[in-house]
């Protein structure tokens, strides 16, 4: 009786998981002014700094074990939170983009189509940059930091001028990145 | 409708009650015919149940539902079939309209397999129409995530890697809990009808979630009718998944029961495929300008990033 009662547990969560989650799908859009106006500023520079391992080398020589321990964790735990923002603005961007890429001009949707490419690998890289982040503030010793992440906001946000510069030639990109 | 008219009908509804184009309702079907001592002649068993059937005295208000379930979904799958067919979507979306061919041509020939052929016959011709159905929409699925890919490349490694995975430990899941279904009948037959049956939805369901999280997760969209398409698999493999266990709990009593929620599962979903089929397909809707002015010197500082690099 166990069986059964577990299987129509699963099939009946799975029924409500996929009508919440396919509800609302093919209805995305919205009001791109507004979605710009929510892209947060990065400083992809301090980013590279808080999981720089020389700087990380540095304090552990300069520090004693404690104090390096805890000055490590609130470094990481600002690393999660630029790459959580930096996450945030790639979905924006993707959307920015995906908005660009029905531009009747084949320049704005190329460039456009390459802004979502990066914007979805900076957003996968963020998944899995979290729980290294994490991990390197369990375990110190580790090299665990997430560079490829400062890389990529580099390059999409170079893609974005690009796209702003294709779209609207007076104008440039969005203040926050 | 005379009585006797109403047991032959009943004799073959039955017999055919839950044929859906991928259908576990041989099952019943079979216990119906197990429990009422049938011998092996195919027309002295429907006699037979027809005389079990006339026993029960089922109403016309039942014996009406269980018809339209199981012939009404498949008349509005013809209407999808002749939509793709006229709007020419066979060639996006190639596979998905080979799925619904094959589950028309399933119907047909399960019904007249049923009522030509011996029991055995029939019983695998609906092995392999439920085999080759439950590939079909593997296919299905993997054609719905190939379209989430094609425009966006950096999608194509992770995303079919995360299938993969996903797919292989819902395969484990299966096999281990098909255990559980090895003796669930003496036919050989009516197990694999039920294994194949679970381990299908889990593995649908599964992958069903996941694109739809991978998705949602990302902020992408499908298009609207790639999104209708899963939609409708989602909500019958899961009631597909429910209904057998389901079929478990409750025992021979609520066989024909279950098939009637998974009859009406196909049916939601074959209407979900109709009313998206008819909806305008429709891009994001997106207002305003975009990404908006900026200052110059932010303009510019970006811009020597780029040449220095």
Not at chain 1, 37 to 48: C, G, K, T
Not at chain 2, 105 to 112: D, E, K, Q
Not at chain 2, 224 to 243: D, N, T, V, W
Request: hydrophobic share 50%; charged share 15%; proline share 4%.
């Amino acid at each position: 009786m166990i069986l059964p009662a577990v299987i129509i547990v699963a099939g009946l969560v799975a029924l409500v998981l996929i009508l919440g989650l396919g509800n609302g799908h093919g209805r995305s859009g919205g009001n791109l002014d507004e979605l710009a106006a929510l892209l947060r500023p990065i400083d992809v520079e301090a980013f590279r700094n808080l999981i720089d391992e020389r700087e990380q080398e540095y304090l552990r020589a300069r520090l004693p074990l404690k104090e390096f321990r805890s000055i490590h964790r609130e470094r990481m735990l600002a690393a999660v939170e630029y790459v959580r923002c930096a996450a945030q603005n790639a979905a924006i961007l993707t959307q920015l983009g995906e908005a660009a890429r029905q531009n009747s001009d084949p320049a704005v949707s190329v460039a456009a189509e390459k802004l979502v490419n990066n914007a979805l690998r900076l957003r996968l890289y963020a998944f899995q940059a979290v729980p290294r982040l994490y991990l390197s503030m369990l375990l110190p010793d580790t090299s665990l930091a997430p560079h490829f992440i400062a890389e990529a906001y580099d390059t999409m946000s170079r893609q974005v001028v690009m796209l702003g510069c294709l779209r609207h030639p007076p104008q440039g990109m969005p203040a926050a990145l | 409708m005379g009585a006797s008219e109403a047991a032959r009908i009943s004799a073959s509804g039955a017999r055919f009650l839950c044929c859906r184009g991928f259908e576990q309702r041989s099952m019943n079907l079979l216990r119906a015919f197990q429990t009422s001592g049938l011998g092996s002649c195919p027309q002295s068993q429907i006699k037979s149940f027809a005389g079990s059937m006339r026993g029960t005295n089922i109403p016309i208000g039942m014996l009406f539902l269980r018809y339209y379930l199981w012939i009404a979904p498949h008349l509005f799958l013809g209407m999808v079939v002749a939509g793709f067919l006229r709007r020419g979507l066979q060639k996006q979306l190639p596979i998905f309209s080979t799925y619904m061919v094959f589950a028309l041509v399933n119907f047909f020939t399960l019904f007249g397999v049923s009522l030509v052929m011996p029991l055995n016959s029939y019983r695998w011709v609906l092995l392999w129409g439920m085999a080759v159905s439950s590939l079909l929409q593997f296919a299905v699925i993997y054609e719905l995530a190939s379209e989430l890919i094609l425009s966006r490349s950096s999608l194509a490694v992770p995303l079919r890697n995360l299938l993969r995975g996903v797919s292989a430990v819902l395969l484990l899941v299966a096999a281990g809990f098909s255990g559980a279904f090895s003796s669930i009948s003496v036919q050989r037959v009516v197990n694999v009808l039920q294994v194949v049956d679970f381990a299908s939805s889990v593995v649908r369901c599964g992958l069903l979630i996941i694109l739809f999280v991978f998705t949602r997760a990302l902020q992408i969209s499908w298009r609207s009718r790639s999104a209708g398409i899963a939609l409708g698999f989602g909500i019958l493999a899961s009631i597909e998944l429910a209904g057998v266990g389901l079929r478990g709990a409750f025992g021979k009593s609520g066989y024909i029961t279950v098939d009637l929620v998974q009859m009406a599962g196909f049916h939601v979903c074959v209407l979900i495929w109709l009313v998206y089929l008819f909806l305008p397909e429709r891009n994001p809707a997106f207002t305003g300008r975009g990404l908006p002015e900026s200052e110059l010197a932010l303009w510019d500082q970006e811009l020597q990033r780029m040449v220095q690099r």
